[in-house]
């Protein structure tokens, strides 16, 4: 089985460009979490994703979003980057059944703010 | 909300020695906790989880965690680390109806010959 996989793996993008990521979660995974990882401020959630509804959110201002689509494939949007936007993003799926299902991680994506 | 205390932000170990990261967490609630791997450019990969029951949990590569409620405390072991597992290690709680983890800062594990 696939694992969950990002795109792209690094990005380079400057200062007020937006920028959009994607994530393809494991087949049958219907949630989808986003994550920040920075040096400064360590592993931070983003938002979670259950079929195509927010389920869950962080606490990350307005210019972060994301959407999921009815494959159950997700992308997240940062608006007006900043140059402290630059992070590795990762993204984790899940079967989120009724009870505990494991998250299973991709590699990230790394965006560079210049 | 939940939060999570990871003691030692480095440990270095000689090869075949055992190891110890300290995890302590906050919470008003009852929780999951997680312990994760991450090696260099890469994503997490969960090591253990204590969900329920059995307050000793073990896990891959031969990993085991202790739950302690009353210490609220969920230590990561190995008896004898090599080479291969020098890597940042995470620590984290979730909440018993969501999916949100929340980590704590990590602690790097460098294992020398």
């Known amino acids: 089985k696939a694992g969950v996989t990002q795109t792209p793996r690094y990005l380079i993008k400057t200062r007020g460009q937006q920028v959009t990521l994607s994530c393809s979660p494991i087949s049958g995974h219907r949630s989808v979490s986003w994550y920040q990882q920075t040096p400064g401020q360590g592993l931070q959630f983003l938002f979670e994703?259950?079929?195509?509804?927010?389920?869950n959110k962080g606490n990350f201002p307005g210019r972060f979003s994301g959407r999921q689509f009815s494959n159950s494939r997700s992308e997240m949007n940062v608006s007006t980057l900043e140059l402290g936007d630059s992070a590795l993003y990762l993204c984790a799926s899940g079967l989120a059944g009724p009870s505990y299902n494991e998250q299973f991680f991709g590699p990230g994506t790394r965006l560079t703010v210049l | 909300a939940q939060s999570v205390t990871q003691l030692d932000s480095q440990v270095p170990v000689f090869e075949e020695a055992p190891v110890e990261l300290r995890c302590n967490y906050s919470?008003?609630?009852?929780?999951?906790l997680f312990w994760y791997v991450q090696y260099p450019n890469q994503g997490l990969q969960l090591l253990l989880k204590y969900l329920s029951g059995s307050t000793l949990v073990k896990g891959i590569n031969g990993f085991e965690a202790e739950f302690n409620k009353s210490q609220t405390s969920f230590h990561l072991r190995k008896p004898s680390v090599h080479i291969s597992d020098t890597a940042e290690y995470f620590c984290a709680v979730s909440g018993l109806n969501d999916y949100k983890l929340s980590f704590g800062a990590g602690t790097t594990v460098t294992v020398r010959a």
């Open positions: 919470s008003s609630v009852s929780v999951y």
């Open positions: 994703y259950f079929s195509e509804t927010q389920r």
